[in-house]
């Protein structure tokens, strides 16, 4: 053992000693001469970056016999840029000082740049339709370089590009800037800005020219389309074109289910080769789903224990564009059967779809087989959904205390809100996501007993300053909240109530092992509240350490709820399919530790 840590400590000198070696022999890029700038913070980097002196400081290529010609350049090369910064009145000074014996050559670039020239005047003319001058109010807010600010060159041209984008988007697309003047007073450093624009005529949305439909009919895609297309080149009646109506066609293509890949763009070489033509064609490249999709996964959660899922999907059932998703669903808790079907996406959002469910839950002693039944009107719409539904819920229910099945059933009518701002729904760092839901139903309506419930759930992701202390890090809050009206839980289906506890609600304790005892069991009650608040800290690539505070309850009334509280520590593996969380938790009302696996989060 002796020699082999002998040799292996040999053999590592080696190693150091070669790569030293190989350091020490490396020709370093030396400079050719020296160049001192005096100039504002702003434009040094600009006059090392944009000068032939800057560029060739350290070029191995470099023939001293240039440096003179370098520095004539430079003189011109400065000015330009200390102009297009705004100092008009501004002075450059460019110096070479002859090499001493054993010394380089030093360059030196003073700019006495003087007062900055401020935009004093701007003035916008607008020519064109009736419908361009409602316009003017946006192009002048778009506008870059208003009265009273710096100006620059660069923004001046910038500016003038934006304008024309702004008008293009909306439906201007042979907008065209027929005068700009920029007078420059470097005595007074003063700018008088004047742009004339004329607008052009305002084009319609044309025909749209699909590419890539096999498997599917084309009406899914043209109900998806909120505008009215004028029937030819150079018809009226059309609705304006716009290119934000675009992005959220193409958007709502993408969310609709049947594609895989989806562009959407206007064919600007067609407008651009008639100039009479009065419509912008369309164009959308689909690439589509396949009809069918049969499904096979197995999983594991700290709550629910092993799990194996197989489902099968059908996205044109009976050749109408109807979404099929079915499937089986084993858990060590739980066993679920499901089918829905989901008409295709409207352009106004909405669709509607129908289903059933069975399933037999056995947790926390409370055996409970339901069935379900239910149908109803989605709408989707960039960041937010809510569904309309009608259920009818039948339940059967045994407690380990009971000798007789406790049967209840429920006509509800929900209404559910969700929206997600967030960065990433796999994977958020900001943002936040807000749930809720109303519901109720009625006794002698399909019920066994008449209430309300009402539900909330928000989640918000704080991503820590890097300069912090917290630097890179992230906070994560939760607050959730129930509460059912009703003269009493009993003949009010489980569905309805409300249980917590476990890996994503509080931690410390079992899955759903907070909430009313009952014959042995723990059932759900008809208040809920709890907070949860965690912070990840980086410390590796992919990899975050973890701690949290948990607190809430779920009671039968507000009289009897009583906090208990649970916190811990835990790592995080951001990995393709969310964060992989491992967390060790203490419940404080149990006196006693937990280990927490999960993937992703519950929104």
């Given at each position: 053992?002796?020699?082999?840590?002998?040799?292996?400590?040999?053999a590592?000198?080696?190693?150091?000693?070669l790569?030293a070696a190989?350091?020490?022999?490396?020709?370093?890029?030396?400079?050719?001469?020296?160049?001192?700038?005096?100039?504002?913070?702003?434009?040094?980097?600009?006059?090392?970056?944009?000068?032939?002196?800057?560029?060739w400081?350290?070029?191995?290529?470099?023939?001293?016999?240039?440096?003179?010609?370098?520095v004539?350049?430079?003189?011109?090369?400065?000015?330009?840029?200390?102009?297009?910064a705004?100092?008009?009145?501004?002075?450059v000074?460019?110096?070479?000082?002859?090499?001493?014996?054993?010394?380089?050559?030093?360059?030196?670039?003073?700019?006495?740049?003087?007062?900055?020239?401020?935009?004093?005047?701007?003035?916008?003319?607008?020519?064109?339709?009736?419908s361009?001058?409602?316009?003017?109010?946006t192009?002048?807010?778009?506008w870059?370089?208003?009265?009273g600010?710096?100006?620059?060159?660069?923004?001046?041209?910038?500016?003038?590009?934006?304008?024309?984008?702004?008008?293009?988007?909306?439906?201007f697309?042979?907008?065209?800037?027929?005068?700009?003047?920029?007078?420059?007073?470097?005595?007074?450093?003063?700018a008088?800005?004047?742009?004339?624009?004329?607008?052009?005529?305002?084009?319609?949305?044309?025909?749209?020219?699909?590419?890539?439909?096999?498997?599917?009919?084309?009406?899914i895609v043209?109900?998806?389309?909120?505008?009215?297309e004028?029937?030819?080149?150079r018809?009226?009646?059309g609705?304006?074109?716009?290119?934000?109506?675009?992005?959220?066609?193409?958007a709502?293509?993408?969310?609709?289910?049947?594609?895989?890949?989806?562009?959407?763009?206007?064919?600007?070489?067609?407008?651009?080769?008639?100039?009479?033509?009065?419509?912008?064609?369309?164009l959308?490249?689909?690439?589509?789903?396949?009809?069918?999709?049969?499904?096979?996964?197995?999983?594991?959660?700290?709550?629910?224990?092993?799990?194996?899922l197989?489902?099968?999907?059908?996205?044109?059932?009976?050749?109408?564009?109807?979404?099929?998703?079915?499937g089986?669903?084993?858990?060590?808790?739980?066993?679920?059967?499901?089918?829905?079907?989901?008409?295709?996406?409207?352009?106004?959002?909405?669709?509607?779809?129908?289903?059933?469910?069975?399933?037999?839950?056995?947790?926390?002693?409370?055996?409970?087989?339901?069935?379900t039944?239910?149908v109803?009107?989605g709408?989707?719409?960039?960041?937010?959904?809510t569904?309309?539904?009608?259920?009818?819920?039948?339940?059967?229910?045994?407690?380990?205390?009971?000798?007789?099945?406790?049967?209840?059933?429920?006509l509800?009518?929900?209404y559910?809100?969700?929206?997600?701002?967030?960065?990433?729904?796999?994977?958020?760092?900001?943002?936040?996501?807000?749930?809720?839901?109303?519901?109720?139903?009625a006794?002698?309506?399909?019920?066994d007993?008449?209430?309300?419930?009402?539900?909330?759930?928000m989640?918000?992701f704080?991503?820590?300053?890097?300069?912090?202390?917290?630097?890179?890090g992230?906070?994560?809050?939760l607050?959730?909240?129930?509460?059912?009206?009703?003269t009493s839980?009993?003949?009010?289906?489980?569905?309805?109530?409300?249980?917590?506890?476990?890996?994503?609600?509080?931690?410390?304790?079992?899955y759903?092992?907070?909430?009313?005892?009952?014959?042995?069991?723990?059932?759900?009650?008809?208040?809920?509240?709890?907070?949860?608040?965690?912070?990840?800290?980086?410390?590796?690539?992919?990899?975050?350490?973890?701690?949290?505070?948990?607190?809430g309850?779920?009671?039968?009334?507000?009289?009897?709820?009583?906090?208990?509280?649970?916190?811990?520590?835990?790592?995080?593996?951001?990995?393709?399919?969310?964060?992989?969380?491992?967390?060790?938790?203490?419940?404080?009302?149990v006196?006693?530790?937990?280990?927490?696996l999960?993937?992703?989060?519950?929104?």
């Open positions: 053992m002796a020699r082999l840590q002998a040799a292996a400590s040999a590592a000198s080696v190693v150091v000693f790569l190989f350091a020490f022999a490396a020709p370093a890029l030396a400079a050719n001469y020296e160049l001192e700038i005096d100039a504002p913070d702003e434009l040094v980097a600009p006059l090392r970056s944009r000068t032939l002196l800057g560029r400081l350290e070029e191995p290529g470099f023939d001293r016999e240039q440096l003179p010609l370098f004539e350049r430079a003189k011109e090369e400065a000015a330009a840029i200390v102009r297009a705004g100092y008009f009145s501004g002075r000074a460019v110096s070479l000082d002859d090499a001493r014996a054993g010394a380089l050559p030093r360059v030196r670039i003073v700019v006495d740049a003087g007062a900055r020239t401020t935009v004093n005047r701007f003035e916008l003319t607008l020519d064109g339709p009736s361009v001058q409602p316009m003017r109010e192009l002048v807010e778009r870059p370089l208003p009265e600010s710096f100006f620059r060159t660069a923004e001046w041209e910038q500016g003038k590009r934006l304008l024309l984008d702004v008008l293009q988007q909306h439906g697309l042979r907008a065209r800037i027929v005068e700009s003047r920029a007078e420059v007073d470097p005595r007074l450093t003063a008088s800005l004047a742009l004339r624009i004329d607008a052009g005529p305002r084009l319609a949305f044309g025909p749209m020219i699909v590419k890539g439909l096999e498997r599917y009919d084309r009406s043209e109900a998806l389309a909120t505008w009215k004028a029937p030819g080149e018809a009226s009646g609705d304006p074109y716009s290119f934000d109506e675009l992005l959220a066609f193409q709502r293509l993408r969310g609709s289910g049947y594609f895989d890949g989806v562009s959407v763009l206007p064919d600007l070489a067609a407008v651009e080769a008639d100039p009479e033509r009065t419509t912008v064609p369309v959308v490249e689909l690439t589509e789903r396949k009809t069918k999709r049969a499904m096979f996964g197995i999983g594991f959660s700290s709550d629910e224990g092993a799990r194996g197989l489902g099968y999907e059908h996205r044109n059932l009976f050749d109408r564009g109807w979404q099929l998703e079915s089986l669903l084993w858990q060590a808790v739980r066993r679920r059967a499901f089918a829905s079907v989901r008409t295709p996406q409207q352009a106004s959002g909405h669709y509607y779809q129908a289903g059933a469910r069975i399933e037999r839950l056995d947790v926390q002693g409370e055996l409970t087989d339901k069935q039944l239910f109803g009107q709408k989707h719409a960039e960041d937010t959904e569904f309309v539904s009608l259920q009818y819920q039948i339940e059967q229910r045994t407690l380990p205390l009971t000798v007789d099945d406790d049967g209840r059933r429920a509800t009518l929900g559910a809100w969700n929206r997600r701002r967030l960065d990433s729904v796999i994977d958020p760092r900001s943002g936040y996501s807000i749930s809720a839901q109303v519901s109720g139903a006794r002698g309506l399909g019920s007993r008449s209430f309300a419930r009402l539900y909330t759930r989640m918000r704080w991503p820590m300053p890097r300069e912090s202390v917290l630097g890179d992230l906070l994560i809050g607050v959730e909240a129930g509460y059912v009206l009703a839980r009993q003949d009010i289906p489980s569905e309805n109530l409300f249980r917590t506890g476990g890996t994503q609600s509080i931690r410390g304790y079992e759903l092992s907070l909430g009313v005892r009952e014959a042995g069991a723990i059932v759900g009650g008809r208040v809920l509240a709890l907070a949860s608040l965690e912070y990840q800290h980086p410390i590796a690539p992919k990899w975050y350490g973890a701690a949290f505070i948990d607190v309850d779920a009671a039968d009334r507000w009289p009897d709820y009583r906090a208990v509280w649970g916190y811990g520590a835990g790592v995080r593996w951001h990995s393709p399919i969310g964060p992989v969380s491992l967390d060790l938790a203490y419940g404080e009302a006196k006693r530790w937990r280990l927490h999960s993937v992703g989060y519950a929104f």
